[in-house]
Structure formats: structure tokens, C-alpha cells
């Protein structure tokens, strides 16, 4: 076969995975948006068309999860490092500094500046016998490998959208075979890495 074959035969399939890829951030797009709270408390979702869908498989609650025991102390350890000043007490829970202590005010503006040097996602709250500790983790109802392909990950995507893209046509025009198998696994691969190149060189 003659050289130009190849050359156009590879080209076709750069630009068939373009168009592909275009057809996924398609998607990604129309499932973008958020809601908001009107003033009557009703949930305002964005108009885009398929972001009912996405929130849907978006769902979630938040996990609360308080420092405790081991993990309390390995926290204040750290904290100790960063507050030398002011020395305190703690039990199995918190650190036990109310505002009745003289030290509470500087003590505790000293550790909302400092604490996100240990986690920026440390979250502190005052009780009434002390100081706790928690952090927040969001826990999807649809799992991440069916949430991610579906909607989420424009990069995951690729395995689940590209049924549409590849093999539904592919198998339509050209029928089973192992070749068509091996390039199907290869397609998504590559549209993978594809996606990963719009989405990361997109303005943000």
C-alpha cells in the first residue's frame, strides 16, 4: 500500500477522535450549572439541559468526622509546635480552653491563623468545656465509578460515552471482530488522554 494510505488512514483516526472528544465536552457543557436558593427556599437549577441528570447522580450528604483519642493527640502535637506560647490541657476529645481562661482570646487567635499550616481543612469548634477539632467529607449516593464515567470526570468519560462514539458504529458498520475489541480499548485510552489535553488547557 502505498504511503499516503497510512497518512490518511492515521489522520482519519485523529480526526474521528477529535470529533469524539468534542462530542464528550458536549456533554460535560450541557450538564453544567448550579442551583440556587430562591428566597422562598425552592431549589433554582440551572437551565442547561442535562444538568437535572447530573444532579441527580450528584447527590450527597456531609460527613462530619470529630479528632478523637490517637488522632486528637497527633493533632495537638502538631499544634504545640505551632502555638509554643501558650500551654494547655487536653482530653480525649478537645483541648480544654474555655473563654473563662485568661489565655482563650489570644490562644485562639493565634491557632485560627496558624491551624492551616497543619490542614486547611481543619474546621474548629468552641464547646462549652473546650476546643474540637473535625473535618467534613462529602459522601456521594452513586458510586464514584459509575458517578465519574457518567458525568464528573471529562477524562472517565471516555469509557462510558465512547459505547456511542466507537462502538455502536464501529460494531454497525464493520460487525464484530477481535482488531475492532483491541482498538476500541486502544480508543478510549487515547480519547482519555485527549480529553485530559481540552480540559487542561481550557481557560479557567
Given at each position: ?9 492515521i489522520l482519519a483516526a485523529l480526526g474521528y477522535l ?36 447530573k444532579k441527580r447522580v450528584m447527590k450527597s450528604t ?62 474548629i469548634t468552641l464547646t462549652e468545656t473546650g476546643i ?73
Amino acid at each position: 500500500m502505498e504511503a499516503s494510505f497510512y497518512f490518511y488512514t492515521i489522520l482519519a483516526a485523529l480526526g474521528y477522535l477529535l470529533i469524539e472528544s468534542l462530542f464528550m465536552v458536549g456533554v460535560w457543557i450541557s450538564a453544567k450549572g448550579g442551583t440556587e436558593k430562591m428566597p422562598n427556599g425552592k431549589d433554582y437549577d440551572s437551565e442547561m439541559i442535562l444538568y437535572p441528570f447530573k444532579k441527580r447522580v450528584m447527590k450527597s450528604t456531609k460527613e462530619i468526622v470529630f479528632f478523637k483519642a490517637d488522632f486528637l493527640e497527633a493533632l495537638v502535637k502538631k499544634i504545640r509546635v505551632q502555638l509554643p506560647e501558650i500551654d494547655f490541657k487536653t482530653s480525649n476529645t478537645e483541648i480544654l480552653l474555655t473563654r473563662k481562661d485568661s489565655d482563650f482570646v489570644a490562644f485562639m487567635n493565634l491557632l485560627n491563623e496558624r491551624i492551616k499550616r497543619i490542614d486547611p481543612n481543619i474546621v474548629i469548634t468552641l464547646t462549652e468545656t473546650g476546643i474540637q477539632f473535625h473535618k467534613e467529607y462529602t459522601q456521594y449516593k452513586v458510586n464514584k465509578y459509575l458517578r465519574k464515567p457518567i458525568i464528573q470526570c471529562p477524562i472517565c468519560m471516555s469509557s462510558v460515552w465512547s459505547i456511542f462514539t466507537y462502538w455502536i458504529p464501529i460494531i454497525y458498520w464493520f460487525g464484530f471482530s477481535w482488531p475492532i475489541v483491541y482498538l476500541g480499548i486502544a480508543n478510549t485510552c487515547i480519547l482519555a488522554c485527549v480529553n485530559w489535553l481540552v480540559f487542561s488547557s481550557r481557560p479557567q
